[in-house]
């Protein structure tokens, strides 16, 4: 139950887009189609904003997008705004009903 | 509106044990599994622990196993976590979450209890 790889920090300008990765193994990201992706703000609980690696649940904007190739999955945020700027966790299922999540990515909107 | 809202935490000696409650509200809460995540100060989110809708199925991470026990009381829309031989690395703020029914996804999320082990 190793965490998943992510970049520690990823930085953007309003309008931009940035991607943030997410490395795991074939026993987890690239054994299954159940990554998903949670946005925190400090001192809030997170928030789901990706699952089944490119869904978005509603009420979720459409400039978040996920994707994933391999054993790795990404967070793509087009069109960055102030709001964004949050810590990012992805998260995979495992196998035998557990889930390993990433170390997180802190968005700076500079 | 759908909620759930965690209790329980506090401060407690190392080796010493408590319990954390999670009460689910606005959805049929015998329809979903539940699982508990956990974040020490500063760090990432951890997953703990899994029960499904009947509790026929519980599953736990490496670090808690043995020593932590989930259940639900789907009467009372309640979900527990009961954590022994607690250690300082178990200082955290433990979140329940329940799945959104599709995938493997944690759709709806507490506010968090917050568990301190120290002496």
């Known amino acids: 139950q190793s965490a998943l790889t992510q970049p520690r920090s990823v930085s953007g300008s309003p309008g931009q887009s940035v991607t943030i990765s997410c490395t795991g193994t074939?026993?987890?990201?690239?054994?299954?189609?159940?990554v998903s992706w949670y946005q925190q703000h400090p001192g809030k609980a997170p928030k789901l904003m990706i699952y089944d690696v490119s869904k978005r649940p509603s009420g979720v904007p459409d400039r978040f997008s996920g994707s994933k190739s391999g054993n790795t999955a990404s967070l793509t945020i087009s069109g960055l705004q102030a709001e964004d700027e949050a810590d990012y966790y992805c998260?995979?299922?495992?196998?035998?009903?557990?889930?390993?999540f990433g170390g997180g990515t802190k968005l700076t909107v500079l | 509106e759908v909620q759930l809202v965690e209790s329980g935490g506090g401060l407690v000696q190392p080796g010493g044990s408590l319990r954390l409650s999670c009460i689910g509200s606005?959805?049929?809460?015998?329809?979903?599994?539940m699982n508990w995540v956990r974040q020490a100060p500063g760090k990432g989110l951890e997953w703990v622990s899994y029960i499904n809708s009947n509790s026929r199925t519980i599953y736990y991470a490496d670090s808690v196993k043995g020593r932590f026990t989930i259940s639900r009381d789907n009467a009372k829309n309640s979900l527990y976590l009961q954590m022994n031989s607690l250690r300082d690395e178990d200082t955290a703020v433990y979140y329940c979450a329940r799945e959104g029914g599709v995938g493997w996804e944690l759709l709806v999320w507490g506010q968090g209890t917050l568990v301190t082990v120290s002496s």
């Open positions: 074939s026993s987890d990201v690239g054994g299954y189609n159940y």
């Open positions: 998260c995979s299922y495992a196998g035998t009903y557990t889930l390993v």
């Open positions: 606005g959805f049929t809460f015998t329809s979903y599994s």
